[in-house]
Every structure is written in structure tokens, then in C-alpha cells.
């Protein structure tokens, strides 16, 4: 499922969530903090200040997207459930 969003610069993005979550507002009951962490050389700047989801790994970087809507590129922020190995 994908969800449009904001990065930090007001830019817009997209969430590439898990075929379980449907909508902004379920997407939206599993944020527990975001990605807060200092701003480092090693983490790409769209992933700053991105929401945190309760049992899902993410955000992670996915590359880049064009909304068929609009034309606009965006960033994708990818959300995964976690497996066992």
C-alpha cells in the first residue's frame, strides 16, 4: 500500500507499507516516535524525521518514484514486516 506523505523539507513522499495497512489512519495508530537520530553523513536526509512504526522495520531508503497524479518525483520510504530467519 502507499501513502503520501512530507519529508522534512516539505518535500513529498511516499510510504511503501505492507499490504496489511490500508489507510493513512492505520498507517497512523502504529507511529511510536520517528527517526530522530542525529542527522549523519550515512543516513540519507530523506529519511530524517520519519515516522517509526510499531512492529514494522523502517523507515528505509527505497529509491525514487514518480506519482502518476502529478508527474512528481518522490522519494519512497519503505516500511517492512520483519522475518524469521
Do not use: F, H
Not at 9 to 38: F, H, W
Not at 72 to 81: F, H, L
Amino acid at each position: 500500500m502507499l501513502i503520501i506523505g512530507n519529508l522534512a523539507d516539505g518535500k513529498r513522499c511516499v510510504y511503501d507499507l505492507p499490504s496489511e495497512i490500508k489507510t493513512a489512519e492505520q498507517m497512523q495508530s502504529l507511529i511510536y516516535g520517528s527517526n530522530n537520530g542525529r542527522l549523519a553523513e550515512s543516513q540519507r536526509p530523506e529519511l530524517y524525521n520519519q515516522p517509526k512504526l510499531l512492529g514494522l522495520n523502517g523507515p528505509m531508503w527505497n529509491g525514487w518514484g514518480t506519482l502518476k497524479s502529478t508527474g512528481e518525483t518522490v522519494a519512497v520510504i519503505r516500511y517492512e514486516k520483519p522475518c524469521k530467519y
